[in-house]
């Protein structure tokens, strides 16, 4: 007999059918035995006159009738609550232990460690299920909409050099080249740019991005998605245009929630300083869970000073200046405004984003600025430099955040709410030990230790 999902034997009152799935519950009533089992598409209770050894979480084959159930016994809070399978046969095929950690209820007073060594378990609370249905969701809604206006989604290397974007890099020693190190990217920034260099005029990929954050600061260590997007031949008001019907259309038809105000409204970095006295804000009068607040920040400061005083980029060293202000650029650095853009929604910063610098030596001159010398630059920036005297279309982008709007939308308190295998807040990954201790053997291979 073959499979039947258990959400379809709804429609085989009569019938015999062979269900698989995990018992959610047992009762033990005497003379009958009803086993809740549930397969990804619905949960049904099953009856048995005969008892047999299961425990909750055992996998099960179930032969059986189904059938409907009287008026008065029928289960309104689940789809399969007219009927039952009358069990003929029942086959273990896989036994559980019992579970280190409750599967009951939303699993936030558990320890949080515990929860991330035991993740595949974690998973399957509904909570989180459906966290990763909406991620999943989103991600082809991204997707789709940008495929019909033409971009193109093109992956980019995860073994590359530093792409500052103002945290530390993580590092992977090179064995053929001893000495010598990848890094992981921060983001695709140059990669993207130099795919306009390359006249891909529409980029678009869901990249991964690695950052090794301080633990004190408020943004998260480890890995996270952006939706990287980058265009050629555009201004700030194209991205944001395409940006805002992206997130409007992705709050109503995935999210089915409404957006605050549409068009998003755009807030200076000075009108936003003077009246939340942050870059990033709410803009709603009440805390209203079905309501996101887009705005954008614009007018950024093009830098911005560090504790310890050093200039370095508000955004990151490929942001361009506004045209109006580039002759301050030598005289009063700190007063030049760029063209960077922020998306913020509901209090958090949710994306970022700029129209790029495509002069080889207005580039440079930010370079210096920021301190760099004349061989350092070469070293660390000259393949863009290069790339761009081969002619460089003006082009521009914006990166979202994949995990910081799953927790808008979702309410969620951090990101590995929204994230199947997670690093935790000290950066350990989830069910996998690492950072772990690599073999003696390795690190020589490596030459990371004397021979
Ligand atoms: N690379 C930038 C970031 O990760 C986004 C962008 O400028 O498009 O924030």
Redesign the pocket.
């Known amino acids: 007999m073959e499979r039947t999902y258990i959400a379809q034997t709804l429609h085989q009152v009569g019938k015999s059918v062979k269900i698989f799935g995990r018992i959610q519950t047992l009762r033990d009533h005497g003379k009958v035995w009803f086993i809740d089992i549930a397969d990804e598409t619905a949960v049904v209770q099953a009856v048995s006159r005969q008892k047999f050894t299961v425990n909750p979480q055992d996998i099960l084959e179930i032969e059986g009738v189904v059938k409907k159930r009287p008026e008065n016994l029928v289960n309104k809070d689940i789809k399969t609550g007219e009927i039952e399978i009358e069990v003929k046969s029942l086959r273990i095929i896989s036994k559980s232990q019992t579970s280190p950690i409750p599967l009951e209820g939303d699993g936030r007073d558990i320890d949080e460690d515990l929860r991330l060594k035991y993740r595949y378990l974690d998973l399957r609370r509904p909570r989180l299920k459906n966290n990763l249905k909406l991620r999943h969701k989103m991600l082809i809604f991204m997707r789709q909409f940008l495929v019909s206006r033409g971009f193109i989604e093109i992956e980019t290397p995860i073994l590359t050099k530093a792409t500052p974007?103002g945290a530390r890099d993580f590092v992977v020693p090179s064995r053929l080249q001893p000495g010598k190190f990848y890094a992981l990217p921060q983001?695709p920034?140059q990669y993207k740019q130099l795919l306009m260099v390359a006249d891909f005029e529409k980029y678009f990929q869901i990249a991964r991005?690695f950052r090794d954050e301080d633990p004190r600061s408020d943004r998260a260590y480890g890995e996270f998605s952006?939706l990287?997007i980058e265009m050629a031949y555009v201004t700030q008001e194209d991205i944001l245009t395409i940006t805002e019907q992206l997130f409007k259309e992705i709050t109503e038809k995935v999210f089915k929630k409404k957006v605050y105000k549409f068009p998003f409204p755009r807030i200076t970095h000075d009108e936003a300083i003077r009246k939340y006295g942050a870059d990033k804000f709410d803009l709603r009068t009440e805390k209203s869970p079905d309501v996101l607040a887009f705005a954008f920040v614009v007018d950024f400061p093009l830098f911005e000073k560090t504790e310890e005083q050093a200039i370095s980029p508000s955004?990151?060293p490929f942001t361009a200046p506004k045209e109006e202000d580039i002759e301050l650029l030598a005289k009063n650095p700190m007063k030049v405004r760029s063209y960077q853009h922020d998306l913020v929604c509901n209090g958090l910063e949710v994306g970022?984003?700029?129209i790029r610098i495509s002069d080889p030596n207005i580039q440079r001159k930010i370079f210096k600025i920021l301190g760099h010398k004349d061989k350092e630059i070469e070293e660390k920036f000259g393949h863009l430099l290069t790339a761009f005297k081969y002619g460089v279309p003006p082009h521009g982008?914006?990166?979202p955040g994949i995990e910081r709007l799953l927790m808008v939308a979702t309410g969620e308190e951090n990101t590995r709410e929204v994230t199947a295998f997670p690093v935790s807040g000290s950066g350990q990954t989830s069910v996998m030990d690492a950072p772990s201790e690599i073999d003696e053997e390795v690190l020589k291979e490596y030459k990371l230790k004397k021979l």
Do not use: L, T
């Open positions: 974007e983001s920034q991005c952006q990287d955004h990151h970022g984003g700029s982008g914006i990166a």
